[in-house]
């Protein structure tokens, strides 16, 4: 260390030697940490974000479970609706939520400047997933308190449940990050709106899919909110060991969507 | 151990080049964006590379920034490839955009210390803030920010790190004089301290004002390269311009002036002459205005500016 805090001779303000150079990187695990503060921080500022990722999901765990509206089959409806409310959880945060926030990063040369920090891709890409996690997190924490006053009564292994939402999460991830690395910004904000409103609407969230015809059923089965809301509701309803079928959906889609999200995202 | 930062001239050319460009081609499609470049920013010195709109300045520099491919050529930042070192590289640049780069719900003063906090060694951040202008403007999230602070910040974040070299694209552009002025003397300071600075303006002044060389380009290539000085040198102080009655007799006057000067009336009652300009032949005109009964007024020996040599080189405006 020199000392470098020489004063001018003429008494001026500035010290000398303030931006000599002497570059280097942070700690990589002091910089995966501050990205994953500042983009969950960011996320959480965002009002439209909050709606999608918070008051959506609370407001039809609660509206559903007290008010008669959709048939969920036997037994007491928040029993059937938790599980589907933490897929919507997980679909708003690492899809839609992700999508419209690196979308919009893109557009605004965020990326593009972050690209020529000191901070690595793939650290980026770390700090991104950490950040959802710890939304997730939140989220969880926060539906399952509402739905145990509404007098939810959960089974199953908890480490199936969290393998589900971890494979879940990778799925939406990918998916979310080919859109947002693809299409224009605006386009990714009504796109992930729009599949957000279908999937949650044909992906056994709130309505079972046996209210569809057969032939639907089959094809909406594969999607991975389906697999995510059946596989949790397996669980958690049913009291079921690790749904397989459900994880192995998850995981083909999880390949399928980080993969091609590897393959195509575009940094400008 | 660091250089010391007294002195009139950091300039070490004993240091290896900070940039070396050689032939670079950069092509879009069928458009040739960079065609055949050559670049060389010696450590420690100011360069500014100027030129129009679409002359091929930001692909330059986001070339060595690491951005894009060359097509052909080889680029070489403080001595490493920038693709291809990219990693190393990184920590040791500071790299301004032309525009965006920031969260749009990020703060100004957060997103400062974020980027601080990338960095090993940072500047200290209230000092950066207070010196750029921005103290009063800390808490504000960046889309409110006015369109100058949003580019002074782009430059803090820019030298935060503590970097041996900074690129600024257009630093001062849609800025108001007061800031400008920050940021010239915010590039001196860099200077002085032995950062070496590359910088892509429209602003014949700035890089007057700023620059130890300036590298003048259109077509994507470099068309001129030199002090600004060395620039100017081509054509100064030959051209002297009075304004006096309109139609004034000029044969007599070039009776009276040497061999190689020239004289015309430019518009009705302004005149120009051309040729060396010394004492004595402003003595002549002077003496031939007298024997005429003119008073010349605006009698003014013109000196050839950086907006002139771009002018000829170019045949364009700076600024369109």
């Not at chain 1, 449940?161 to 009504?190: I, P, R, W």
């Not at chain 2, 051309?274 to 002077?286: K, S, Y």
Request: charged letters at 20%; proline letters at 5%.
């Amino acid at each position: 260390m020199t000392a470098t805090g020489t004063t001018d001779g003429g008494g001026a303000a500035r010290t000398a030697g303030t931006f000599a150079p002497r570059p280097g990187a942070a700690p990589l695990s002091r910089m995966i940490r501050a990205q994953a503060l500042l983009e969950t921080k960011m996320l959480l500022r965002n009002g439209e974000q909050l709606l999608l990722t918070v008051i959506i999901p609370t407001l039809l765990l609660v509206l559903f479970s007290a008010v008669d509206i959709v048939d969920t089959g036997e037994g007491k409806a928040v029993d059937f609706l938790a599980p589907g409310i933490l897929a919507l959880a997980v679909l708003s945060t690492a899809f839609t939520g992700q999508a419209i926030a690196t979308g919009f990063e893109r557009r605004y040369g965020v990326l593009k400047r972050l690209a020529a920090s000191p901070l690595p891709r793939w650290a980026l890409m770390t700090a991104k997933t950490c950040s959802v996690l710890v939304t997730e997190i939140l989220q969880v924490v926060l539906l399952t308190v509402i739905a145990f006053a509404l007098g939810w009564s959960p089974h199953g292994n908890p480490l199936s449940v969290v393998l589900l939402l971890v494979l879940g999460t990778a799925a939406f991830s990918g998916l979310g990050l080919l859109m947002a690395g693809t299409l224009k910004a605006e386009a990714t904000l009504a796109a992930a709106n729009l599949v957000f409103l279908l999937l949650l609407v044909g992906g056994g969230v709130i309505v079972p899919l046996d209210k569809f015809p057969d032939a639907a059923q089959s094809v909406l089965g594969l999607l991975p909110i389906s697999a995510l809301s059946d596989g949790l509701r397996d669980v958690l309803q049913h009291g079921a060991g690790v749904p397989w079928a459900d994880l192995g959906i998850l995981a083909v889609w999880a390949v399928l969507g980080l993969g091609a999200a590897a393959k195509f995202f575009r940094w400008e | 151990m660091r250089s010391a930062s007294s002195g009139d001239t950091p300039r070490t050319p004993g240091r290896p080049p900070a940039v070396e460009v050689t032939g670079l081609v950069k092509r879009y499609g069928t458009k040739t964006a960079v065609d055949g470049l050559d670049l060389r920013v010696e450590a420690g010195s100011v360069t500014a590379v100027l030129g129009p709109n679409g002359a091929g300045k930001t692909t330059t520099v986001e070339i060595c920034e690491g951005y894009r491919r060359p097509d052909a050529g080889t680029v070489r930042v403080l001595g490493l490839d920038p693709v291809a070192d990219a990693a190393a590289l990184r920590p040791r640049i500071g790299v301004m955009l032309q525009s965006g780069g920031v969260y749009a719900g990020a703060r100004a003063e957060e997103m400062l210390r974020h980027t601080a906090g990338l960095h090993a060694h940072p500047v200290d951040v209230d000092l950066l803030m207070d010196r750029l202008g921005l103290g009063s403007c800390g808490r504000t999230h960046y889309r409110r920010l006015s369109g100058g602070q949003q580019q002074r910040l782009a430059l803090a974040m820019a030298v935060v790190g503590r970097p041996e070299l900074v690129f600024l694209d257009e630093p001062t552009a849609g800025l108001d004089p007061q800031a400008r002025h920050a940021t010239w003397d915010l590039v001196r300071e860099l200077r002085a301290d032995g950062v070496s600075t590359v910088l892509t303006t429209h602003f014949m002044d700035e890089a007057e004002q700023l620059a130890d060389d300036v590298a003048i380009i259109d077509g994507g290539r470099v068309i001129a390269q030199g002090s600004p000085e060395e620039l100017c040198k081509g054509g100064a102080e030959n051209t002297l311009r009075f304004t006096g009655r309109p139609g004034l007799d000029l044969n007599a006057l070039l009776k009276a002036l040497p061999a190689e000067s020239a004289a015309a009336e430019l518009t009705p009652g302004t005149y120009r002459v051309t040729g060396t300009i010394d004492p004595q032949l402003l003595a002549t005109v002077a003496s031939w205005c007298a024997q005429h009964g003119v008073l010349p007024d605006a009698i003014a020996v013109e000196r050839h500016t950086l907006e002139d040599v771009f002018l000829e080189l170019t045949g364009k405006e700076l600024r369109s």
